[in-house]
Protein backbone atom coordinates (compact mmCIF):
# COMPACT_ATOMS: atom_id res chain seq x y z
CA UNK A 1 0.00 0.00 0.00
CA UNK A 2 1.40 3.14 -0.73
CA UNK A 3 2.18 6.14 1.52
CA UNK A 4 -0.86 8.10 0.03
CA UNK A 5 -3.55 5.30 0.13
CA UNK A 6 -2.47 4.65 3.78
CA UNK A 7 -2.80 7.74 4.86
CA UNK A 8 -5.90 8.46 3.12
CA UNK A 9 -7.35 4.80 5.20
CA UNK A 10 -5.85 6.24 8.29
CA UNK A 11 -7.82 9.70 8.00
CA UNK A 12 -11.02 8.17 6.88
CA UNK A 13 -10.49 5.96 9.69
CA UNK A 14 -10.03 8.54 12.39
CA UNK A 15 -13.47 10.20 10.44
CA UNK A 16 -15.16 7.05 10.90
CA UNK A 17 -14.03 6.04 14.85
CA UNK A 18 -14.08 9.95 16.05
CA UNK A 19 -17.42 10.96 14.77
CA UNK A 20 -19.08 7.44 16.04
CA UNK A 21 -17.97 8.15 19.14
CA UNK A 22 -19.22 11.81 19.31
CA UNK A 23 -22.68 10.57 17.47
CA UNK A 24 -23.23 7.76 19.98
CA UNK A 25 -22.37 10.74 22.49
CA UNK A 26 -24.90 13.27 21.03
CA UNK A 27 -25.58 14.23 17.92
CA UNK A 28 -24.48 17.69 18.44
CA UNK A 29 -20.94 16.47 19.37
CA UNK A 30 -21.25 14.87 16.25
CA UNK A 31 -21.98 17.14 13.24
CA UNK A 32 -19.28 19.38 16.06
CA UNK A 33 -16.38 16.74 15.29
CA UNK A 34 -16.80 16.26 11.34
CA UNK A 35 -17.81 20.82 10.87
CA UNK A 36 -14.68 21.27 13.37
CA UNK A 37 -12.51 18.48 11.74
CA UNK A 38 -12.88 19.56 7.95
CA UNK A 39 -12.42 23.26 9.36
CA UNK A 40 -8.77 22.56 10.67
CA UNK A 41 -8.61 20.78 7.13
CA UNK A 42 -9.48 23.24 5.46
CA UNK A 43 -7.48 25.95 7.73
CA UNK A 44 -4.65 23.82 6.77
CA UNK A 45 -4.77 23.70 3.35
CA UNK A 46 -6.03 27.31 2.77
CA UNK A 47 -2.78 28.33 0.75
CA UNK A 48 -4.60 26.38 -2.21
CA UNK A 49 -6.96 28.75 -2.10
CA UNK A 50 -4.62 31.29 -2.19
CA UNK A 51 -2.88 29.23 -5.00
CA UNK A 52 -5.99 28.87 -6.88
CA UNK A 53 -6.67 32.90 -7.04
CA UNK A 54 -3.10 33.74 -7.94
CA UNK A 55 -3.33 31.38 -10.49
CA UNK A 56 -6.55 32.91 -11.61
CA UNK A 57 -4.77 36.71 -11.37
CA UNK A 58 -1.86 34.90 -13.56
CA UNK A 59 -4.13 33.75 -16.98
CA UNK A 60 -5.23 37.57 -16.36
CA UNK A 61 -1.78 38.90 -16.66
CA UNK A 62 -1.96 40.21 -13.43
CA UNK A 63 1.40 40.19 -12.11
CA UNK A 64 0.62 42.01 -8.95
CA UNK A 65 -2.26 39.89 -7.75
CA UNK A 66 -0.41 37.03 -8.68
CA UNK A 67 2.36 37.76 -6.43
CA UNK A 68 0.50 39.03 -3.77
CA UNK A 69 -1.90 35.68 -3.32
CA UNK A 70 1.43 33.45 -3.98
CA UNK A 71 2.80 35.48 -1.32
CA UNK A 72 0.20 34.86 1.02
CA UNK A 73 0.04 30.69 -0.14
CA UNK A 74 3.58 29.99 0.72
CA UNK A 75 3.98 32.30 3.98
CA UNK A 76 1.63 29.24 5.68
CA UNK A 77 3.99 26.44 6.48
CA UNK A 78 2.07 23.66 5.15
CA UNK A 79 2.22 25.04 1.48
CA UNK A 80 3.44 22.12 -0.49
CA UNK A 81 6.93 22.49 -2.68
CA UNK A 82 5.04 22.32 -5.80
CA UNK A 83 2.98 25.65 -5.09
CA UNK A 84 6.83 27.18 -4.08
CA UNK A 85 8.52 25.89 -7.17
CA UNK A 86 5.65 27.13 -9.66
CA UNK A 87 5.98 30.46 -8.04
CA UNK A 88 9.91 30.96 -8.28
CA UNK A 89 9.67 29.68 -12.04
CA UNK A 90 7.06 32.77 -12.49
CA UNK A 91 9.28 35.40 -10.64
CA UNK A 92 12.11 33.96 -12.82
CA UNK A 93 10.05 34.47 -15.59
CA UNK A 94 9.46 38.11 -14.81
CA UNK A 95 13.07 38.67 -14.86
CA UNK A 96 13.12 38.99 -10.10
CA UNK A 97 15.66 36.15 -9.85
CA UNK A 98 16.93 37.55 -6.37
CA UNK A 99 13.07 36.75 -5.49
CA UNK A 100 12.80 32.97 -7.14
CA UNK A 101 15.66 32.36 -5.26
CA UNK A 102 14.34 32.83 -2.20
CA UNK A 103 11.54 31.40 -2.84
CA UNK A 104 12.87 28.34 -3.77
CA UNK A 105 15.39 28.14 -1.03
CA UNK A 106 11.91 27.86 1.22
CA UNK A 107 11.95 23.98 0.00
CA UNK A 108 15.43 23.55 1.74
CA UNK A 109 14.60 25.32 4.87
CA UNK A 110 11.25 23.95 5.55
CA UNK A 111 12.82 20.43 4.50
CA UNK A 112 9.57 20.05 2.17
CA UNK A 113 9.65 16.44 0.84
CA UNK A 114 9.23 16.50 -3.29
CA UNK A 115 6.61 14.71 -5.07
CA UNK A 116 5.80 13.22 -8.35
CA UNK A 117 7.70 15.61 -10.72
CA UNK A 118 8.44 18.33 -8.13
CA UNK A 119 12.18 16.64 -8.28
CA UNK A 120 12.31 17.46 -11.84
CA UNK A 121 11.21 20.93 -11.45
CA UNK A 122 13.04 22.19 -8.50
CA UNK A 123 16.08 20.88 -10.86
CA UNK A 124 14.89 23.09 -13.27
CA UNK A 125 14.16 26.10 -11.70
CA UNK A 126 17.12 25.83 -9.52
CA UNK A 127 19.26 25.31 -12.57
CA UNK A 128 17.60 28.72 -14.40
CA UNK A 129 18.15 30.64 -11.75
CA UNK A 130 22.22 29.68 -11.37
CA UNK A 131 22.33 30.49 -15.42
CA UNK A 132 20.52 33.90 -14.89
CA UNK A 133 23.15 34.53 -11.85
CA UNK A 134 25.85 33.62 -14.54
CA UNK A 135 26.92 30.23 -13.73
CA UNK A 136 25.91 28.75 -16.44
CA UNK A 137 28.21 25.73 -16.22
CA UNK A 138 26.48 25.36 -13.27
CA UNK A 139 22.99 25.15 -14.42
CA UNK A 140 24.01 22.94 -17.55
CA UNK A 141 25.88 20.26 -14.65
CA UNK A 142 22.36 20.39 -12.93
CA UNK A 143 20.24 19.87 -16.08
CA UNK A 144 22.21 17.21 -16.97
CA UNK A 145 21.92 15.46 -14.04
CA UNK A 146 18.35 15.36 -14.05
CA UNK A 147 18.55 13.94 -17.88
CA UNK A 148 19.82 11.02 -16.23
CA UNK A 149 16.60 10.15 -13.86
CA UNK A 150 14.22 12.26 -16.35
CA UNK A 151 13.61 12.38 -19.46
CA UNK A 152 10.66 14.62 -21.13
CA UNK A 153 9.92 17.57 -23.67
CA UNK A 154 10.57 20.30 -21.41
CA UNK A 155 13.67 18.98 -20.25
CA UNK A 156 15.07 18.41 -23.84
CA UNK A 157 14.29 22.03 -24.73
CA UNK A 158 15.70 23.51 -21.87
CA UNK A 159 18.90 21.59 -21.81
CA UNK A 160 18.80 21.48 -25.79
CA UNK A 161 18.67 25.36 -25.71
CA UNK A 162 21.47 25.73 -23.11
CA UNK A 163 23.62 23.86 -24.58
CA UNK A 164 23.46 26.16 -27.91
CA UNK A 165 23.97 28.78 -25.06
CA UNK A 166 26.97 27.91 -24.09
CA UNK A 167 28.61 28.03 -27.57
CA UNK A 168 29.38 23.77 -27.39
CA UNK A 169 27.92 23.32 -30.63
CA UNK A 170 29.04 19.89 -31.74
CA UNK A 171 27.24 18.89 -27.92
CA UNK A 172 23.90 20.72 -28.70
CA UNK A 173 24.14 18.98 -32.16
CA UNK A 174 24.31 15.27 -30.92
CA UNK A 175 21.47 16.52 -27.99
CA UNK A 176 19.03 17.95 -30.24
CA UNK A 177 18.82 15.35 -32.51
CA UNK A 178 18.63 12.89 -29.68
CA UNK A 179 15.63 15.42 -28.80
CA UNK A 180 14.14 15.56 -32.21
CA UNK A 181 13.41 11.83 -32.48
CA UNK A 182 11.92 12.14 -28.93
CA UNK A 183 9.27 14.57 -30.04
CA UNK A 184 9.46 15.67 -33.92
CA UNK A 185 7.16 18.49 -34.02
CA UNK A 186 8.34 20.21 -30.73
CA UNK A 187 8.41 23.58 -31.96
CA UNK A 188 11.19 25.06 -29.30
CA UNK A 189 13.08 21.69 -30.25
CA UNK A 190 12.99 22.39 -33.72
CA UNK A 191 14.02 26.02 -33.18
CA UNK A 192 17.46 24.74 -31.11
CA UNK A 193 17.87 22.30 -34.17
CA UNK A 194 17.60 24.91 -37.04
CA UNK A 195 19.88 27.33 -33.99
CA UNK A 196 22.31 24.83 -33.81
CA UNK A 197 22.47 24.20 -37.62
CA UNK A 198 23.00 28.34 -38.29
CA UNK A 199 25.84 28.28 -35.71
CA UNK A 200 27.81 25.14 -37.54
CA UNK A 201 26.97 26.83 -40.91
CA UNK A 202 24.95 24.12 -41.89
CA UNK A 203 22.67 26.56 -43.60
CA UNK A 204 20.69 24.55 -46.26
CA UNK A 205 19.51 22.02 -42.70
CA UNK A 206 18.26 25.33 -41.28
CA UNK A 207 16.80 26.03 -43.76
CA UNK A 208 14.52 23.03 -43.69
CA UNK A 209 13.66 23.46 -40.35
CA UNK A 210 12.43 27.24 -40.44
CA UNK A 211 11.00 26.72 -43.75
CA UNK A 212 8.35 23.93 -41.53
CA UNK A 213 8.20 26.70 -38.48
CA UNK A 214 7.31 29.49 -40.38
CA UNK A 215 4.48 27.47 -41.36
CA UNK A 216 3.26 26.88 -38.29
CA UNK A 217 2.86 30.80 -37.25
CA UNK A 218 5.06 30.18 -34.34
CA UNK A 219 4.75 32.58 -31.40
CA UNK A 220 8.54 33.09 -30.06
CA UNK A 221 10.72 35.27 -31.46
CA UNK A 222 13.99 33.12 -32.01
CA UNK A 223 12.29 31.02 -34.62
CA UNK A 224 12.21 33.96 -36.92
CA UNK A 225 15.42 35.93 -35.96
CA UNK A 226 17.03 32.59 -36.50
CA UNK A 227 15.25 32.19 -39.84
CA UNK A 228 16.30 35.51 -41.13
CA UNK A 229 19.87 34.96 -40.10
CA UNK A 230 19.95 31.66 -42.31
CA UNK A 231 18.34 33.65 -44.76
CA UNK A 232 20.75 36.24 -44.72
CA UNK A 233 23.39 34.23 -45.55
CA UNK A 234 22.22 32.69 -48.17
CA UNK A 235 21.53 35.62 -50.04
CA UNK A 236 18.07 36.61 -49.32
CA UNK A 237 18.07 39.86 -47.56
CA UNK A 238 14.41 41.06 -48.71
CA UNK A 239 12.89 38.01 -46.83
CA UNK A 240 15.69 38.24 -44.10
CA UNK A 241 14.46 41.33 -43.04
CA UNK A 242 10.90 40.55 -42.94
CA UNK A 243 11.43 37.79 -40.72
CA UNK A 244 13.65 40.41 -38.78
CA UNK A 245 10.65 42.56 -37.90
CA UNK A 246 8.32 39.42 -37.46
CA UNK A 247 10.46 39.02 -34.57
CA UNK A 248 10.59 42.17 -32.93
CA UNK A 249 7.19 42.12 -32.85
CA UNK A 250 7.15 39.50 -31.09
CA UNK A 251 7.30 39.44 -27.12
CA UNK A 252 11.08 39.17 -25.38
CA UNK A 253 11.80 36.81 -23.34
CA UNK A 254 13.60 36.99 -19.69
CA UNK A 255 14.44 33.28 -20.29
CA UNK A 256 16.14 33.82 -23.68
CA UNK A 257 19.31 34.57 -24.48
CA UNK A 258 18.00 37.19 -27.51
CA UNK A 259 17.27 40.42 -26.45
CA UNK A 260 15.36 43.51 -29.18
CA UNK A 261 19.13 45.23 -28.94
CA UNK A 262 20.04 42.20 -31.63
CA UNK A 263 16.57 42.33 -34.03
CA UNK A 264 16.90 45.86 -34.36
CA UNK A 265 20.52 45.62 -35.44
CA UNK A 266 19.87 43.37 -38.06
CA UNK A 267 16.84 45.84 -39.50
CA UNK A 268 19.48 48.60 -39.23
CA UNK A 269 22.15 46.20 -41.20
CA UNK A 270 19.60 45.44 -43.99
CA UNK A 271 18.07 48.90 -44.05
Do not use: H
Not at 96 to 109: G, H, R
Not at 187 to 205: A, F, H, R, S, V
Amino acid sequence: MGKITLKLVLELLFIFIGSSVAFNYSKVMGNIFIIGYFASKLFVKRYLIYTMIANKYFKKDNLNKTISYYDKAINIKSCKARVIINYAYILLRDSNVYKANEVISLIDERKLPLELNDEMNYNMVTSLIEWKNGNLDTCINILKSTYEKYKNTTLYESLGYLLVVSGDYEEALSFNLEAIKYDENNNIIMDNLGETYYYLGQYDKALDIYKILFTKNVTFPEAYYYYGLVLKNTGDSKKALEMFKKSLSLKESFLSNLKNESIEKEIELLK
